[in-house]
T-cell receptor, first 115, second 112 residues
Framework: GAVVSQHPSRVICKSGTSVKIECRSL??????MFWYRQFPKKSLMLMAT?????????EQGVEKDKFLINHASLTLSTLTVTSAHPEDSSFYIC???????????FGAGSRLTVL | GQQLNQSPQSMFIQEGEDVSMNCTSS?????WLWYKQDPGEGPVLLIA?????ELTSNGRLTAQFGITRKDSFLNISASIPSDVGIYFC????????????FGTGTRLKVLA
């Protein structure tokens, strides 16, 4: 149990385009999901906390207009990187919080490359 | 962004040796989680700790929630080659969004 599916796993796009990444909890409901960004050989940096039915809470320094987060249901949160630029290239990982165990279950990550 | 201090940063060990790593913070946490991440994958949960002083095992892994709630350690006994990877601690803050902050990571390499 407790599986989180993240899609796409890899995406390459041209500079200026927008990219949407989906995060789904397959066998449990998640009122809260977290989006992280990871640079090569670095730790996970929290970008935002996504709450079902409400606006996301962004960490300091993360542009909310650039990284749009939508958590429209208890099993789906999406991250849209708008007007992507090469510096947005990174590994983006979502996680869903299992309340009954107070742990995070992670997706497999999405590697974004902006040309 | 906020991060936990994790040490050591990396370590090379011989197969069969025991490994110890720890995380420290200036803040207290509600929950400590330990994860392992393989290259190009998402982190996988190893152990969850919920109470100060709690000691929990999962096979060859043992972790403890520090009494002060500001630190935690993870031990791996009798390491094997598949233990290779990056280990992260994560602490849950005690207010606001109750978000999880990750440690800087320990990169483990096991020599057969």
């Amino acid at each position: 149990g407790a599986v989180v599916s993240q899609h796409p796993s890899r995406v390459i796009c041209k500079s200026g385009t927008s990219v949407k990444i989906e995060c789904r909890s397959l066998d449990f409901q998640a009122t809260t999901m977290f989006w992280y960004r990871q640079f090569p050989k670095k730790s996970l940096m929290l970008m935002a906390t996504s709450n079902e039915g409400s606006k996301a809470t962004y960490e300091q320094g993360v542009e909310k207009d650039k990284f749009l987060i939508n958590h429209a249901s208890l099993t789906l949160s999406t991250l849209t990187v708008t007007s992507a630029h090469p510096e947005d290239s990174s590994f983006y990982i979502c996680s869903a919080q299992r309340l009954e165990a107070n742990v995070l279950t992670f997706g497999a990550g999405s590697r974004l490359t902006v040309l | 962004g906020q991060q936990l201090n994790q040490s050591p940063q990396s370590m090379f060990i011989q197969e069969g040796e025991d490994v110890s790593m720890n995380c420290t913070s200036s803040s207290i946490f509600n929950t400590w989680l330990w994860y392992k991440q393989d290259p190009g994958e998402g982190p996988v949960l190893l152990i969850a700790l919920y109470k100060a002083g709690e000691l929990t095992s999962n096979g060859r892994l043992t972790a403890q929630f520090g009494i002060t709630r500001k630190d935690s350690f993870l031990n791996i006994s009798a390491s094997i080659p598949s233990d290779v990877g990056i280990y992260f601690c994560a602490g849950q803050v005690t207010s606001g969004t109750y978000k999880y902050i990750f440690g800087t990571g320990t990169r483990l390499k096991v020599l057969a």
